[in-house]
């Protein structure tokens, strides 16, 4: 739960930024904590079954899930963009020694 609360947190703090892409380096922020977010929300998904006999903490965790994925959605287009901006690198070629 506090996983994904802390990313939530970094996503809706990240996402001014994002928006009006104002730094270079906004795009690598972006597809990081969408990333960490993917990461965190399985996790809190697979803890989900720890709590099968409390409604209370399953409803709470339910609640976390949705925050992060609203906030993720927040940076999730800047996280695109910065993909499809990043020409991919050269093949690499291996020199055979003569």
């Known amino acids: 739960g506090l996983c994904c609360i802390l990313v939530s947190l970094a996503c809706l703090a ?3 930024r994002a928006r009006h892409r104002q730094s270079t380096g906004s795009g690598v922020w972006s597809l990081t904590l969408v990333l960490v977010a993917a990461v965190a929300g399985a996790y809190r998904i697979v803890t989900l079954t720890d709590y099968l006999t409390d409604p209370h903490l399953i409803a709470v965790s339910l609640t976390e899930l949705l925050i992060l ?4 959605a927040l940076v999730a287009a800047d996280a695109v963009r910065a ?3 990043t020409p991919p690198p050269p093949p690499y070629t291996h020199a ?3």
């Open 83 to 85: 993909q499809t901006a």
């Open 96 to 98: 055979m020694a003569a």
């Open 69 to 72: 994925v609203v906030a993720a």
């Open 14 to 16: 990240h996402a001014p």
